[in-house]
């Protein structure tokens, strides 16, 4: 079957020497015979190695097959229909590297979203719209964060030389600034021409997180209010705060970066759409205390990480700037302490055992799918949606915020996003049956995300090593390292060859 949930296919195209991304306005290297049709612009960039990988993705994924090749080629007027509204989800999660360190691994690049726009462009014709929208963290600087992409140049560039407007949306209710003190004030996140608004979409029983029996109060996630969580999560309700220019969109085209995730092992297709999700109060990040306690905050019990945890709850809770910047002092005293003393190091659920975060991944991606306009949850698919990852600069080790730099010089494209990532999982050198996020998202039964086995995926890859690849099987692999918290947990068996050759 062409497209949709049910398609089996993946495709991996990848060059070694694509190991870094042009400059605007991310030119391909060619003027290819079906961008012939395209409105202006005509510049060509032969450094350009990112965009010949975007385009042989999808043709790799046989999108239009009766004319690839030719100057009739519309890959992804399979996706697209003429007068449609797309929205394109990158990755913008944060505009600086938690560590000080080049924050380019963090953000989806413009290189590659150019390379897709152009075939949406042509695929929209004259009509229909594009808009470029995600929710990053609320500390994140917006405008910062789609500059470091590039996204901010392309949108200027695309309007000034094919005459389409690409806006640039922040799907934030709020944003968060931090004052020298530490002292963080929320402001409105949305643009000025933001048009959008929220719904607020419950999956009530049908939630994830509804099997979690018993710990709605634990429910948490950094430098938020655990009240507003409550209400929110709790027995009768689980809901998310998503922005109406999402469900609004006949297509999503999901572009998010290819990381490793301290919370959720990896972040590729199915992580990306934290970024629907208006307001972190709204989301769910772990659960309070230890794992035999009910908790997946971290695995063993420690007094003093509880007291830390007890700390923060009154931090986020205090308005007073003195008092909160006490409460913060006493629990980083606690945290430290607890470093010392307690038998493993994980915090804020950043290791393999966290059991809350791919439950809240697993709602949204049955939200982007199921939900209609108004919210409400239909048994079929609303919207068509069509991944292409950007791992031509990716992110390794304390991602997503600490990662280090990977340049692994390739891009995965598939329409069944658990498909996707259980095969940008094998590419890393994970095995995907230890990363609940992938693994458990073919036990859902109702709204479900994949419903044929994993066994069956169709990989095509420019690399024959790669070609019709098991997502199982031992070989070569781009060999991340994993968090620390998922370390010698996820790995599969160290037969990977290392790739030298140009």
């Known amino acids: 079957m062409t497209g949709g949930l049910q398609d089996h296919r993946v495709a991996v195209a990848y060059d070694h020497g694509a190991r870094q991304y042009p400059a605007p306005p991310f030119a391909p290297p060619v003027v290819y015979p079906e961008l012939a049709r395209l409105r202006g612009g005509r510049e060509t960039d032969a450094s350009n190695r990112v965009y010949p990988l975007v385009r042989q993705a999808l043709r790799d994924l046989g999108l239009d097959a009766a004319h690839a090749d030719s100057d009739q080629w519309n890959p992804l007027g399979d996706v697209i229909h003429p007068g449609d509204t797309v929205l394109l989800k990158p990755n913008l999660v944060r505009h600086v590297h938690g560590l000080g360190w080049d924050p380019l691994p963090l953000v989806t690049h413009a290189a590659v979203v150019r390379a897709i726009v152009d075939y949406v462009d042509l695929a929209l014709g004259d009509g229909g719209a594009i808009v470029i929208a995600d929710a990053p963290m609320p500390t994140a600087d917006f405008t910062a964060a789609s500059e470091l992409a590039g996204l901010q140049a392309l949108a200027a560039w695309y309007e000034r030389n094919r005459g389409r407007p690409l806006p640039l949306r922040d799907l934030r209710l709020t944003a968060a600034l931090t004052t020298a003190s530490g002292y963080r004030s929320e402001h409105a996140g949305r643009s000025d021409d933001h048009d959008g608004g929220y719904v607020a979409v419950d999956l009530g029983s049908q939630s994830c997180l509804a099997q979690v029996s018993g710990a709605y109060a634990g429910l948490r996630v950094a430098d938020s209010d655990p009240a507003a969580m409550r209400r929110h999560h709790n027995p009768q309700h689980h809901e998310y705060l998503i922005a109406r220019q999402v469900l609004d969109a006949d297509v999503i085209l999901n572009i998010p970066k290819l990381k490793t995730h301290r919370k959720v092992g990896v972040t590729a297709a199915l992580d990306n759409m934290i970024g629907i999700n208006g307001h972190a109060d709204w989301l769910p990040h772990h659960r309070r205390g230890a794992r035999d306690n009910g908790g997946d905050e971290y695995w063993h019990r420690s007094r003093w990480k509880a007291i830390s945890g007890h700390l923060l709850d009154l931090e986020e809770a205090q308005t007073n700037p003195q008092m909160k910047h006490l409460l913060r002092v006493a629990r980083r005293a606690a945290g430290g302490v607890s470093l010392l003393t307690c038998r493993d190091s994980f915090i804020e659920g950043s290791w393999w055992g966290n059991d809350t975060l791919w439950r809240s991944v697993l709602d949204l991606n049955r939200i982007l799918y199921y939900a209609d306009r108004s919210g409400t949850l239909q048994l079929t698919p609303q ?76 990989v095509r890859s420019t690399r024959r090593e790669w070609d019709r690849l098991d997502p199982l099987s031992p070989g070569m692999s781009l060999e991340f390292q994993p968090a620390a918290g998922w370390r010698g947990i996820i790995e599969l068996a160290a037969h990977a060859i290392h790739d030298n050759r140009p």
């Open 383 to 458: 919207r068509r949606v069509l991944t292409v990852i950007d791992g031509i600069i990716a992110g390794e080790g304390e991602g997503p915020l600490e990662p280090t730099a990977k340049p692994s010089g390739v891009i995965i494209a598939g329409h069944n996003p658990v498909a996707v990532d259980a095969v940008a999982a094998r590419m890393m050198g994970f095995d995907y049956q230890r990363i609940p996020i992938i693994a458990r998202a073919g036990e859902i039964k109702s709204y479900p995300l994949i419903d044929f086995p994993y066994s069956a995926l169709a």
